[in-house]
């Protein structure tokens, strides 16, 4: 029985590797989200459903994809949907604390191996998630750095790191780990 079963869910395991973006068992509450996203870089915002009915929607994952590009040679990653809902509940954090819809300022998202080398002076990591579609540098219009580096660790990402000279939140679906950058 054991065997079977373990078969059973390694040939689930083997499609879900199969599909480009599984879709994530949610509850009713979830059932749509939407961002309302900035980007500085290029003055280009994602205002839009991105999950409905129970999946992502591929048209909008597709242009998130492009808004999340890396900005500095135009190259366009296949971004890992897990950091579009660490960003969602972000959102959801300021809505039930201030009641406002904030809009977030994504300051880097994907980035090729190039732009990473050329970032690292500025403290990239050498095997930075963001090469794999897998992290995001945030902040939030209108409000400080505090309540972002508040909220940040308890919204589902694995890496947290708080930049508090740049004013940022970096938030990836890596392992679990945290790090802070004091103010001087
Ligand atoms: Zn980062």
Redesign the pocket.
């Given at each position: 029985m054991t065997v079977g079963r373990r078969q059973v869910l390694s040939g689930i395991a083997a499609s879900a590797l199969l599909l480009a973006r599984p879709a994530l068992a949610v509850t009713s509450e979830e059932d749509v989200r939407a961002l309302r996203l900035y980007n500085p870089h290029t003055d280009e915002s994602f205002r839009d459903i991105y999950y409905a009915d129970g999946g992502y929607l591929p048209d909008a994952l597709s242009r998130l994809d492009v808004f999340m590009r890396d900005h500095h040679s135009g190259s366009v990653g296949l971004m890992d949907p897990g950091v579009h809902d660490i960003l969602w509940r972000l959102q959801n954090r300021y809505l039930q604390v201030y009641g406002r819809e904030v809009t977030i300022n994504i300051h880097?998202a994907f980035r090729t191996r190039e732009t990473n080398e050329m970032l690292r002076p500025e403290g990239a990591a050498q095997n930075?998630l963001?090469m794999r579609a897998k992290?995001?540098?945030v902040s939030v219009q209108g409000l400080g750095i505090y309540f972002l580096a508040d909220q940040a660790p308890r919204v589902g990402a694995g890496g947290c790191?708080i930049y508090m000279r740049s004013q940022f939140a970096?938030l990836d679906t890596g392992p679990k780990r945290s790090w802070t950058q004091p103010l001087w």
């Open positions: 880097s930075s963001h992290a995001v540098d790191g970096h």
